[in-house]
């Protein structure tokens, strides 16, 4: 619960209207206690609902979370399982709520490798989200920077084959062929678990982000963390590639 100072120390901050976290560190805070890597991940979700609910909260527009890669397949069967449990369970919850709270949520990535069960949920989850408007939370599912601009390319280049679209492709024109078309860019990337990379998340997206990384554990992230990180994001001089 933050304290009345630090509430008014946000009053007079920018809250950043796109925030995007690469969630990491479950495995290692789960081995800390010696429990299995997928306990780790259990309380990774339940952290994921809970700096979700404070960010809609203090007036972020936007939360964008890599929650499974391209990459990510590659773990252990039971791991990839258990992921994948927790992203239906998240899921389900999301459909039962976001009618009440009005909100929406989208999944970004390659839904085709997905089970039948999710991808229904996230055909449920797009079809509530657009009748409202307001707090939009993004997983990153089977999602890989490079794969998503790679399909962007594929996608134009076929639609300018086909005569529907034309020469002059401009950064605008591009982004509506990525996943996250008509999604502002992450004005703040976060980045916990102690690692200093962006591995393969958000590539085009990011180019005029600000970097947060931080040791803590995303399973210890807590709302004071994302404060800090809001804090820092402040005291950035953000030019553009400009002077000011
Ligand atoms: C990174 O920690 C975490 C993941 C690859 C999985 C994140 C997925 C969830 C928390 C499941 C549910 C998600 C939502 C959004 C409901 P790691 O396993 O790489 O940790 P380590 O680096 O300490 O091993």
């Keep these: 619960m933050p304290n009345n100072n630090q509430a008014g120390k946000r009053e007079n901050a920018r809250v950043p209207r796109h925030i995007a976290i690469i969630l990491d560190g479950n495995g290692r805070w789960a081995r800390k206690r010696g ?18 609910t404070y960010c809609r909260d203090i007036g972020v527009e936007y939360l964008t979370v890599y929650a499974f890669s391209t990459e990510n397949w590659k773990r252990p069967e039971g791991e990839v399982a258990a992921i994948m449990k927790l992203l239906g369970k998240y899921l389900q919850e999301a ?8 909100i929406r949520m989208k999944v970004l990535g390659g839904l085709e490798e997905l089970s039948p069960e999710l991808r229904a949920m996230v055909r449920k989850t797009d079809e509530i989200s ?5 707090f939009q939370a993004n ?23 086909e005569g529907r679209a034309d020469a002059d492709l401009t950064e605008e024109g591009f982004s509506e062929y990525l996943y996250s078309a008509g999604i502002p860019d992450p004005d703040l990337l976060i980045r916990p678990g102690g690692e200093v990379r962006i591995s393969n998340f958000l590539l085009w997206q990011c180019a005029y982000a600000e970097f947060y990384f931080t040791d803590v554990l995303w399973p210890d992230f807590g709302p004071e963390e994302l404060d800090k990180a809001i ?13 000011k």
């Design 130 to 134: 657009q009748r409202y408007e307001g």
């Design 35 to 52: 429990l299995p890597r997928t306990a780790g991940h259990a309380v990774g979700a339940e952290t994921f609902r809970k700096i979700a």
């Design 95 to 102: 459909i039962d709520t976001m009618e009440r709270d009005h």
């Design 139 to 161: 997983i990153c599912l089977n999602y890989g920077g490079r794969d998503e601009i790679l399909r962007a390319a594929r996608r134009y280049a076929a639609d300018y084959a």
């Design 231 to 243: 804090a820092v994001f402040n005291s950035r001089d953000r030019r553009y590639g400009g002077v």
